[in-house]
């Protein structure tokens, strides 16, 4: 969800700029890293970026001040961890707002805490959760994709709640109606993220079994299992 160039109060552009900040300077230090380590990733990172980009590019119209469109941060959270799309996400916006006058510079923040953190966390929260309990790959991925498009939503939902609460309820009566109204369209649009990320990771699956191993998608047996476990929890400890 995009929030339209100068839509929110200057405090609250602000504030969501500050959230935000931490989050994509660690992530660019990741990003770093990956790429000095491992060099031969740098295709398949360009190639997340620009799922990202092309899929949030398609705007549907939604709540006056916003719109509603797929996030495409769902891939590169799984191959790449959410720090590196923090900083994906947040070129992407960037790029969006000064070439498509999608989004736009004062709500970047807010944009990017939304679409560019918060979206990758959940996401790839829930495609851990499940891997853990040994749930095939496919699904775990399909379920990833569609919390991390609908977190999105959600999160815009309350953006918008705290910067234009009901005169009448308050910050949670403009939240029911902020939150109603995407869900309209965001539900079958994360579904359909959802979908089409598993389609795109069926084909990385043939093209690029061995760098997706590399980067712990893909593990052959139990043994490789603990191995991929024990090693996401070193690095989570070392990032």
């Excluded at 799984?78 to 969006?96: E, K, S, W």
């Excluded at 495609?127 to 609908?150: E, I, Q, S």
């Amino acid at each position: 969800m995009h929030i339209a160039e100068g839509f929110l109060p200057p405090a609250h552009a602000v504030a969501w700029g500050v959230a935000s900040a931490p989050f994509v300077v660690h992530g660019a230090r990741s990003l770093v890293r990956e790429v000095r380590e491992h060099p031969e990733s740098t295709l398949l990172m360009g190639a997340s970026g620009a799922f990202t980009f092309v899929l949030s590019a398609l705007k549907l119209p939604s709540v006056t001040g916003s719109c509603s469109h797929p996030t495409g941060t769902g891939l590169g959270a799984i191959l790449f961890r959410p720090p590196v799309m923090a900083v994906l996400g947040t070129i992407t916006l960037l790029f969006q707002a000064l070439l498509l006058a999608h989004g736009g510079l004062t709500t970047l923040g807010a944009n990017v805490f939304s679409m560019a953190v918060v979206g990758p966390w959940a996401g790839y929260g829930v495609y851990r959760l499940l891997r853990r309990y040994d749930v095939p790959l496919m699904v775990t991925v399909f379920c990833g994709a569609f919390v991390a498009d609908l977190s999105t939503y959600c999160v815009t939902s309350v953006q918008l709640a705290l910067a234009f609460p009901d005169p009448g309820s308050g910050f949670w009566g403009a939240l029911g109606k902020f939150g109603s109204i995407f869900a309209v369209t965001q539900i079958p649009l994360a579904v359909s993220e959802g979908l089409l990320t598993v389609l795109v990771m069926r084909m990385l699956v043939q093209s690029s079994k061995g760098e997706l191993t590399r980067l712990g998608v893909l593990v052959t047996s139990a043994a490789g299992r603990k191995t991929a476990k024990s090693s996401d929890s070193a690095e989570a400890v070392a990032r």
